[in-house]
């Protein structure tokens, strides 16, 4: 493979699934580590992507991550498990914040059986799915809107801050010990980070490539989280440390 082709993959792959790890594009490409970060360096210098500790964010030219259809197929069994796992800490009367994502979406359906549940969110496709659930009553977090099909901004902020939420589920970009949970923009940390205020307990949603995983905006330390809902995959000196610092972790 020539290495002009090599690093198409290796863009493709970053941007189709919103960043990827060193580990993930070595397998996925069969070539050394040393290779891909090679590769990483030079994608970086024309300005394609962002490197980050332990691999690469894409660094879309219109500022935006890639539509949510794009990342959907993405781990999508472990993105079930972990939305169904997630919502099965969700009690009947009780007030929960759905953060827009790929993953979070998947809690939708497993809500169903809920009784007296109010769910407040950002993210339209979220908001449209709870729809036909007439039971759930579902408000929607009005703003400006984004290609992801969710809002964010001043209004969203001024909204939140009118609820008291039991329970926050969020997703994030990565999630490193040293430094937090992070996001792709200013934006979308801001109102993952108001969230959180306004609830009780925080559940953060976020498959095994996410952990150790670091770059773009920073939402807070992960000392703020109460939850981590992950797959079986998951970094188990990871999930040790975490749970020493009183998180719980569930892996699905």
């Not at 024309?46 to 794009?70: F, K, Y």
Request: glycine share 8%; proline share 3%; charged share 25%.
């Amino acid at each position: 493979m020539l290495v002009t082709q090599r690093q198409q993959r290796i863009l493709h792959n970053v941007r189709e699934h919103a960043g990827a790890s060193v580990e993930d594009l070595s397998s996925a490409l069969g070539v050394s580590p040393a290779t891909i970060r090679r590769d990483l360096v030079r994608l970086e210098e024309m300005g394609l992507i962002r490197r980050v500790r332990g691999g690469a964010m894409p660094l879309a030219q219109d500022g935006v991550l890639p539509l949510p259809e794009s990342r959907e197929g993405h781990r999508a069994q472990e993105k079930r498990r972990i939305g169904a796992a997630a919502a099965a800490m969700v009690k009947d009367d009780s007030v929960i914040i759905i953060d827009a994502g790929t993953t979070t979406k998947q809690m939708v359906h497993h809500l169903a059986a809920r009784r007296g549940l109010t769910v407040i969110t950002r993210d339209l496709r979220i908001a449209l799915a709870l729809a036909q659930y007439p039971h759930i009553h579902c408000v929607f977090l009005g703003g400006s809107v984004r290609r992801s099909a969710s809002t964010a901004g001043t209004l969203v902020l001024r909204f939140l801050q009118q609820f008291h939420a039991d329970q926050v589920f969020l997703g994030a970009l990565g999630i490193s010990l040293e430094e937090g949970i992070w996001t792709s923009d200013l934006e979308e940390s801001l109102v993952k980070l108001e969230s959180m205020r306004r609830s009780q307990q925080c559940v953060i949603l976020a498959d095994s490539t996410k952990l150790g995983r670091s770059g773009g905006a920073l939402v807070a330390p992960v000392s703020e989280m109460d939850v981590l809902v992950t797959d079986m995959e998951a970094d188990p000196q990871v999930v040790e440390q975490l749970t020493r610092w009183g998180v719980t972790v569930v892996r699905a």
